[in-house]
């Protein structure tokens, strides 16, 4: 048994890989805009795959463009043990959200190889494809089509504002990972562990460096279209016109009636709302936002979720609306396997840990349908993140690193 040996992280290293993968769509103001397959995400996958060969891991890439390097096991055969997270990033992204996932998992695939620890099942850090959904809609897609919550047709056939499809971005990151071995999209793995960065203010407020998940809240994401008529500003009375402007007004203020809770659990977000043709002079004829809709109970997730598309009906009048929900996630509650290791991998180190739930979303929702699945959480400074102030210290990151790589190896012992 090899949970208590010792896995010196190298906080130097991190760091510095932290620092590199910030200047790829970096921000005058200090955060990064990296979305999924850009030039400057996959020149990150690229690098990554390059030091991966450099330390002879070797490199993989599925049909959908998920990255993972793997370290290879005393039993080869083995489903691996895995942890990752996303490279990409919210257009205000932050330096930690997503990379540091990933960078934590290679990290402890590397320190382990230095440590010359050895392990039955092979180890993988994965770099899943577009989990923040800003570039191509919807979010989580990489896992998702994964475990085959998701069609990997409909999904490739995902197009962003420019018109490039998911499938043309994937074959763009091919091109600049030529070696890349073939993975099976759905292969078995043992066990999935994701690091991540809190992403909220509960482990700083208590001086806790690590969080162990319990589970994620469940989401309902809706895009509703408004339709409505072009007509001069200047001449048309307001009895004539069918305004999607004023229409989709009056049906985000019903939403906001329909979800108002005094206890604050319900989380609902309106962060895209667009109005075309968006000129002065023209009545606006169209429409479009997306709800981002949250709650940890599924009961109040499909009450109130259900009332979106009555809502959008009685609010937009003599336009037209429509409404569709590219998400449906339930609340996700992680078995007792993961989190156990967790735990004992931050007690034998002698770190504070506490159990925590997940208001964000991650890809360990998906990978919990696959396999028995867990997190690592460390604090952030004032739990800010989907902004560019997010921040984290070099020691907390190593803490995480080190209890992520510990529980790799135990897990991957089994
Ligand atoms: C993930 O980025 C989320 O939106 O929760
Ligand atoms: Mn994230
Ligand atoms: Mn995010």
Same mark, same amino acid.
């Given at each position: 048994?090899?949970?208590? #040996? ?7 290293? $991190? ?6 993968? %910030? ?7 200090? =955060? ?11 020149? $990150? ?55 540091? =996932? ?6 402890? $695939? ?14 993988? %850090? ?59 999209? @759905? ?46 500003? @200047? ?6 016109? #069918? ?10 203020? #019903? ?22 043709? =968006? ?66 991998? %931050?007690?034998?180190? =002698? ?64």
């Amino acid at each position: 048994m090899q949970a208590g #040996r010792n896995i010196p992280i190298d906080v130097g290293r $991190l760091w510095e890989r932290h620092e590199q993968c %910030a200047a790829l769509g970096a921000t005058p103001k200090g =955060g990064v805009n990296r979305s999924a397959l850009s030039v400057d995400d996959i020149t $990150l996958h690229a690098r990554l795959a390059r030091e991966a060969s450099g330390r002879g891991f070797e490199v993989l890439l599925d049909d959908y463009g998920n990255t993972f390097f793997r370290k290879p096991g005393i039993e080869p055969g083995l489903a691996p043990v895995m942890s990752g997270s996303h490279s990409d990033t919210q257009p205000t992204g932050g330096r930690f959200d997503g990379i540091f =996932g990933v960078l934590a998992a290679f990290e402890a $695939l590397e320190a382990i190889a230095d440590a010359g620890v050895s392990h039955r099942r092979p180890l993988e %850090a994965v770099i899943w494809n577009n989990e923040e959904g800003s570039r191509f809609r919807p979010s989580a897609m990489g896992s998702s089509v994964y475990v085959g919550n998701d069609s990997l047709e409909e999904m490739l056939g995902s197009v962003d504002d420019q018109g490039c499809t998911m499938a043309q971005a994937v074959a763009q990151l091919r091109e600049a990972i030529p070696g890349a071995a073939h993975r099976e999209l @759905g292969a078995p793995v043992h066990a999935f562990v994701e690091a991540h960065i809190e992403q909220g203010p509960v482990l700083e407020r208590e001086g806790i460096p690590i969080g162990v998940v319990t589970g994620i809240q469940g989401t309902r994401k809706f895009e509703v279209e408004v339709l409505g008529e072009e007509a001069h500003a @200047g001449t048309t009375p307001r009895a004539n016109r #069918r305004d999607a402007f004023v229409a989709a007004v009056a049906v985000v203020g #019903r939403l906001h009636e329909i979800f108002h809770d005094a206890a604050d659990e319900v989380r609902f977000t309106i962060g895209e709302f667009i109005v075309k043709p =968006g000129a002065m002079a023209v009545v606006p004829s169209r429409v479009w936002f997306c709800i981002d809709f949250r709650h940890p109970d599924n009961d109040v997730l499909a009450s109130l979720g259900d009332r979106v598309a009555e809502a959008a009906r009685q609010g937009a009048g003599r336009c037209e609306v429509r409404v569709s929900e590219p998400t449906r996630a339930g609340s996700t509650i992680f078995g007792d396997e993961v989190p156990d290791a967790i735990v004992r991998a %931050a007690g034998d180190r =002698g770190h504070a840990w506490r159990r925590i739930y997940s208001g964000a979303g991650h890809d360990a929702r998906y990978m919990a349908m696959h396999c028995p699945t867990g997190m690592v959480f460390i604090p952030c400074e004032k739990g800010i993140s989907h902004n560019e102030a997010e921040n984290a210290t070099a020691s907390d990151l190593a803490a995480g690193a080190q209890v992520l790589a510990a529980s790799l190896v135990s897990l991957a012992d089994r």
